[in-house]
T-cell receptor, first 114, second 115 residues
């Protein structure tokens, strides 16, 4: 079954330190993975998707099929990065198509201290 | 402005009441979704819709029901609210374009408390 696991519920770092939010997945086929972010008092929004291979707000995420991971990384954390982060994976129907449905991990609350 | 709206933002209601959470989007998206975000902040899909008159239950069982009579409107109804329904409910939509088929746009949420 398709599943996303974020092993760390809470993650605290100091400003300027590197940060890595872990995401592991189980998926039959070639997954398209996403990171969503929810800042305090803001809506849940897309941060980045692996297929675009882009860096957003200094964050990158590399798909590692061997380790079935899609960890989110940033070399120098900023206080404004403090937020809830969700890793997400397409959730297919029985027929194999997903019609845009996603399954989300449990989320990681990142706190960046000054 | 293209957006996704949810009303009310906060609702406190007594047990046994019927409630409807409203969700509307002006983004022209065919697909719409309802998620329940529990106190542990996990996000669970409870309903989704591919288009008008098309609704399906999500991976988390829910006593709520939904309807999709108009493309832009996807309300969620609880016939008889219970304290176990206390949660945050998020509505989302996504475009049909295959390249962007999985990017979901979320509303601000409705925080429901059933006393």
């Amino acid at each position: 079954a398709q599943r996303v696991t974020q092993p760390e519920k809470l993650l605290s770092v100091f400003k300027g330190a590197p940060v890595e939010l872990k995401c592991n997945y189980s998926y039959s086929g070639s997954p398209e993975l996403f990171w969503y972010v929810q800042y305090s008092r803001q809506r849940l929004q897309l941060l980045l998707r692996h297929i675009s291979r882009e860096s957003i707000k200094g964050f990158t995420a590399d798909l590692n099929k061997g380790e079935t991971s899609f960890h989110l990384k940033k070399p120098f954390a900023q206080e404004e990065d403090s937020a809830m982060y969700y890793c997400a994976l397409p959730l297919p129907n029985a027929g194999g198509t997903s019609y845009g449905k996603l399954t989300f991990g449990q989320g990681t609350i990142l706190t960046v201290h000054p | 402005e293209a957006d996704i709206y949810q009303t009310p933002r906060y609702l406190v209601i007594g047990t046994g009441k019927k409630i409807t959470l409203e969700c509307s989007q002006t983004m022209g998206h065919d697909k719409m979704y309802w998620y329940q975000q529990d106190p542990g902040m996990e996000l669970h899909l409870i309903h989704y819709s591919y288009g008008v008159n098309s609704t399906e239950k999500g991976d988390l069982s829910s006593e709520s029901t939904v309807s999709r009579i108009r493309t832009e409107h996807f309300p969620l109804t609880l016939e008889s609210a219970r304290p176990s329904h206390t949660s945050q409910y998020l509505c989302a939509s996504s475009p049909t374009t295959s390249g962007l088929g999985y990017e979901q746009y979320f509303g601000p949420g409705t925080r429901l408390t059933v006393t």
